[in-house]
């Protein structure tokens, strides 16, 4: 069967001392070819033999951008049984990143979760007997891509999308409705108006990619939720880490309604801070609202920061709270230290229905109303990261990439959508373009196409006799 | 004496009446699917029965009074290359012609006629009469006659069964190898205008109210559809002053392939269009309540693109007026169809609210118009060659499957003829794909997706639509036609003689240098193309938007004439090949999926890693292939991975197993 060449980051994206990026297809050699260069200049490396190593840059035009070795395997003599080069690069997450770019501009497309397993599977390679064990990482692999994907991209980037699909959508639905019932609908007179918006979501699209390149598409760092009951000072705490006001602070319990996001970097570990609304049992619709988002929030999140008014006796509500720190990262601050305090831990582990010779759960006094025990609360998250209790997400730069790539394709479609306007071509023809972007676009948000087109169609327009 | 004799051989007792019959082919139901199939299998040698409930309606038009229009003209036209009788027919019925979209690329272009209704069945029941190994039936089939097959099961375990035959009302049992089911809009139908119902068929025909018990006894799944259709007029009630007059083409291009172009330039009769206006909208606004659609009446679900003016009205409220189309029924008739007006309000509301269009102030009613409720299947339970999967040798096309539109059924009614008769001569099935043909789509549709509504033909459905065009499909599909045994050996020899006609004119004009020489390049000052650079050929002049074939003969010195049909091909095939060519790529892409079969037997609960929601569609739809399986919603590309995998465990398991 005929492929097309596939390409990812084969080691772990650590900014560790080697790297692997690596190419599988027929296209390989060739592709890896225009960025390779030795001392001696451009060396073809299918003349290389098989299995061997060599060493040399890889260069972006005339600039150089890592001192690599590069080894070459020829089919069928490789883990996936196509032709594969790797490219032993120097660790780092960003020259990785860039390296990888590279190979897929230069001819490869990102391999899909798993996808080297599955063909090293298809290819014969893997021994049949355990296609059960290649079956389950291709799901898992997927699994977790999808999640990170809608984890991590940001609120605003997959509105973007969103809005740029809906728009194109309502065009393709316009051409076709007209192609379909031309005597009802008329398309005189379309084409200007159209290359006007043609236009406006190329731009659009540009800037997204742009902002793919400048990595801010994506939210980074460390996914960190502030949970408590109203009023415990979480928004407090917010504007403490931000070192600004961002959250807006009184004393009336539940004035933070919806979630509050923030970037903030600690001894140079960055964390996604997201503050929500207090967590009680309440019959205020919004506020209501607010809560169910915090809960939803608390349930994705790398670590969670349970803010605890110590001045006030425990309820019920808190051990809602506590159950969502089952099995999650947390840190207590007994907030309000500087009051008389009336919660221990002891009365916390009670609450939470939890032993405390089995659990050890982590308690900080803090005030912030005093700015007190911030430091050891700091302090406290950077001994998390650094005995591996916290992970970075490096990999939302997998996904960047995989987006970027799909943003590149709803470019390219709409570039063809603009040259076919310019050639004066009838609309049937741009329109499977404009559903290509449609399609492209909907990868980034995980949204198939299905009837999408139909429906718009009936909704939008009145056709038929 | 005599009565001797009555009581010796002649007597018919009571318990013995029942006459039993035997045939290759039974076809149930004679619209346009119906009389595709039975045509098919008769021409395929198979001793076909079709069965009507009336011998006077083989054919009939209920609804609009036109064949083709956007992409269901395409359909028409591959039904022709394939072998089958619409485009014939109407080539020989039709009052006006008009090929839509000519503004448009060349993929859009289509085709559609006004028939003359009678003249249509009258011509489609003669050539049913006269076909060889044909009978006509009029009965109504009850009962479908099937049997267990001895140690097999069906996908879901319970045993597979096999077609034996059919039964009538009158208890004539017909024993068949193969049942093609056409019902159309007759099971179970009952009509409704307004606070009135009726338990017919369209036309106030028969319905068929027994068949479906027989039908979901055998385990078939049944859902309840709902189309309509707007009122006729008597044509001397109409003040057509008031309106505007619709022409057909002057130069009118046949459906047919085999029809002789010079044979259809006849002179037609016009169409007229006005429009509804705020009296209309407002009338039908007060009256909402007595429609049965919207007083809950109607459970059947009626299709989005043929809404009733009722729909039209509610759901563009913002729209002040829409087009009404009066349309002649026949060349002998005064009935007059109301395109855009279908409702199923009652006729006193219809008659209030016609009478506010222009034009129609002093109607006349002839029939009024009506909603229709009838049963259908879920075209799940087919196989892409529209044989059911759990009853060998039971097929089934048109509105039965869930489909709407005369075209949609005769290309369905077509291929089941088809795929029934292969059966019983034990040849592979015919089955189009989604790069072929649009009957490939249409079908692949009905089986592949969960159908809500009676489903239609739309171009935006064919993804690959540059390569499916109407002027085409005989290059795409004349060839399975002959290898069927449909088409003609004389026509076959035309389809050649073409293509090789199309080759060589293609190729001569690549090959055709043409230099920058003083004489070209005024040549291109002069029809407003940019002057040449280097030399270039007639096929790279061609395709350069202002220039075209026809234009660039004064440069072509050694050009033959060839015919318009042939040219025709060169010019798209050279002008948008770069755009073809992109579609061919893609084609090749989504071939390779349709090659992974996926056996009949599939046990999908022994796919480990497949995501439960993939897990159960697939085993709802059971797909053929795995190009298929990744078209089901609810099926993820890692899902179709993991699919892939398993699939070649699975032929590694039976290799071991074979050792």
């Known amino acids: ?465 | 004496m005599e009565k001797e004799k009555q009581g010796d051989g002649y007597r018919m007792e009571r318990n013995m009446s029942q006459i039993k019959e035997k045939a290759d082919v039974c076809v149930i139901g004679a619209g346009h699917a119906g009389c595709e199939a039975a045509l098919a299998c008769a021409r395929m040698g198979l001793d076909t029965v079709i069965f009507t409930v009336s011998v006077d309606s083989i054919a009939l038009m209920p609804c609009n009074p036109n064949i083709g229009g956007s992409s269901k003209g395409h359909l028409v036209r591959e039904v022709d290359a394939l072998g089958g009788e619409m485009g014939k027919n109407i080539d020989k019925t039709f009052i006006q012609s008009k090929m839509l979209n000519v503004s448009k690329g060349p993929a859009v272009h289509s085709l559609r006629a006004q028939a003359d209704k009678s003249e249509y069945t009258k011509r489609m029941r003669q050539v049913l009469e006269n076909q060889e190994n044909l009978t006509i039936k009029q009965a109504e089939v009850c009962e479908l006659l099937a049997e267990e097959i001895p140690g097999e099961k069906d996908a879901d375990g319970n045993p597979l069964k096999r077609i034996t035959g059919v039964k009538t009302f009158t208890g004539t049992v017909y024993e068949a190898k193969a049942v093609v089911l056409c019902t159309g809009t007759y099971l179970r139908a009952r009509c409704l205008c307004g606070e009135s119902i009726t338990y017919t068929g369209p036309n106030g025909l028969q319905a068929a109210n027994h068949l479906t018990e027989s039908l979901e006894k055998l385990g078939i799944e049944m859902q309840r559809f709902k189309t309509g259709t707007p009122a006729r007029m008597d044509k001397r009630s109409i003040d057509f002053s008031k309106m505007e007059e619709q022409f057909g083409d002057e130069k009118v291009v046949p459906f047919s392939f085999s029809t002789n172009p010079e044979d259809v330039q006849i002179d037609q009769v016009s169409c007229w269009l006005t429009y509804t206006n705020e009296k209309t909208h407002e009338i039908i606004k007060a009256n909402l309540d007595r429609s049965p659609i919207y007083a809950g009446i109607i459970e059947g679900t009626g299709p989005r693109y043929c809404p009733s003016i009722e729909d039209k009205v509610v759901k563009f409220s913002d729209k002040p007026r829409h087009q009404v189309f009066l349309e002649p029924e026949g060349l002998y008739t005064n009935e007059m169809y109301v395109g855009g007006m279908s409702s199923s309000l009652p006729e006193d509301v219809q008659l209030a609210m016609y009478r506010t269009v222009p034009g129609l102030e002093n109607c006349k009613m002839v029939r009024n118009a009506y909603a229709i409720e009838y049963d259908c299947i879920k075209a799940k339970q087919l196989y892409p060659s529209l044989e059911f999967k759990n009853i060998e040798g039971l097929f089934s096309g048109g509105q039965f499957n869930g489909s709407s539109g005369y075209e949609e059924a005769a290309a369905q009614g077509l291929i089941a003829g088809i795929n029934a008769a292969r059966k019983i001569q034990g040849k592979e099935p015919v089955v189009l794909d989604r790069s072929q043909a649009y009957i490939g789509v249409l079908i692949d549709d009905l089986v592949t997706k969960d159908n809500r509504e009676p489903y239609r033909m739309m171009t935006s459905r064919a993804e690959y639509r540059l390569l499916l065009r109407q002027d085409n499909a005989d290059l795409r599909l004349r060839k399975i036609g002959y290898e069927v045994g449909l088409i003609s050996e004389e026509e076959y020899r035309h389809l050649l003689e073409k293509e090789k006609m199309i080759r060589e004119e293609t190729a001569r004009l690549k090959a055709t240098p043409i230099g920058a020489s003083s004489v070209t390049q005024e040549f291109l000052k002069e029809h407003g193309s940019s002057p040449l650079k280097t030399g270039t050929t007639l096929a790279e002049l061609m395709c350069r938007p202002e220039l075209s074939y026809e234009i660039l003969a004064p440069l072509d010195e050694n050009r033959k004439p060839l015919p318009t049909e042939v040219l025709e091909q060169v010019e798209i095939e050279i002008k948008y090949e770069g755009y073809i060519i992109r579609q061919q790529h893609q084609v090749e892409q989504y071939k390779k999926m349709e090659k992974k079969k996926i056996p009949e037997n599939m046990d999908y609960d022994d796919v480990p890693s497949l995501r439960l929601e993939a897990r159960q569609k697939l085993k709802a739809y059971r797909p053929v292939s795995v190009g298929q399986a990744s078209r089901i919603s609810g099926v993820s590309p890692a899902d179709v991975s993991v699919l892939l995998v398993y699939l070649e465990h699975l032929s590694y398991k039976e290799g071991k197993s074979k050792e």
């Open chain 1, 1 to 465: 069967m005929k492929t097309d060449t596939i390409a990812a980051i084969a080691t772990a994206l650590s900014d560790s001392g080697i790297g692997i990026v690596r190419i599988s297809g027929p296209e390989a050699i060739e592709t890896a070819d225009k960025i390779f260069v030795t001392k001696a200049g451009r060396h073809p490396l299918a003349s290389y033999e098989t299995h061997t190593i060599h060493y040399g840059f890889i260069a972006d035009g005339e600039d150089i951008v890592d001192e690599v070795m590069i080894a070459v395997m020829k089919a069928p003599r490789s883990y996936t049984m196509e032709d594969t080069v790797e490219i032993n690069c120097h660790g780092g997450v960003l020259l990785m990143q860039k390296i990888l770019e590279l190979v897929l501009k230069n001819g490869a497309r990102m391999a899909e979760p798993g996808e080297f397993t599955k063909r090293a599977f298809l290819n014969g390679r893997i021994d049949l007997s355990r296609a059960e064990a290649v079956m389950d990482v291709i799901h898992s692999k997927n699994e977790m891509a999808l999640k990170a994907s809608v984890k991590q991209l940001k609120g605003s980037v997959s509105e973007a999308v969103r809005s740029l699909r809906e728009e194109i959508l309502y065009e393709i639905a316009f051409i076709e409705s007209a192609l379909d019932d031309p005597e009802h609908i008329s398309l005189d007179g379309y084409t200007e108006s159209l290359s006007i918006k043609v236009k406006k979501i190329r731009e659009r699209l540009e800037k997204l990619i742009a902002s793919a390149d400048n990595g801010k598409m994506m939210k980074e760092g460390i996914n960190t939720v502030i949970v408590g009951k109203p009023n415990a000072g979480k928004s407090s705490l917010l504007n403490l880490l931000a070192g600004e006001e961002k959250a807006i602070v009184t004393d009336i319990a539940g004035t933070t309604r919806d979630a509050l996001e923030e970037n903030i970097r600690l001894h140079g570990i960055s964390l996604n801070v997201i503050d929500t609304a207090g967590i009680r049992s309440t019959e205020d619709v919004v506020e209501k609202i607010g809560v169910e988002r915090a809960r939803k929030y608390a349930g994705e999140a790398d670590l969670l920061i349970y803010v605890v008014d110590a001045s006030v006796p425990l309820d019920e509500n808190d051990a809602s709270i506590m159950e969502l720190l089952k099995e999650k990262k947390s840190v207590i601050l007994l907030n309000k230290s500087d009051l008389k305090a009336v919660v221990s831990e002891e009365d916390l582990y009670k609450q939470a229905g939890l032993s405390q010779d089995e659990t050890k759960l982590r308690f900080i006094r803090t005030s912030t109303r005093e700015n007190l025990g911030i430091d050891e609360f700091e302090e406290t998250v950077k001994e998390m990261f650094f005995h591996g209790e916290l992970q970075s997400n490096d990999e939302v730069m997998i996904t960047n990439l995989r987006h970027k790539e799909a943003l590149e394709d709803a470019l390219n479609s709409i570039l063809m959508v603009e040259r076919s306007l310019q050639d004066n071509m009838p609309e049937d023809f741009y329109s499977i373009d404009l559903m290509s972007a449609y399609t492209s676009l909907g990868f980034i948000i995980g949204e198939e196409v299905g009837d999408d087109l139909v429906n718009e169609i009936f909704s939008k327009f009145c056709m038929g006799k």
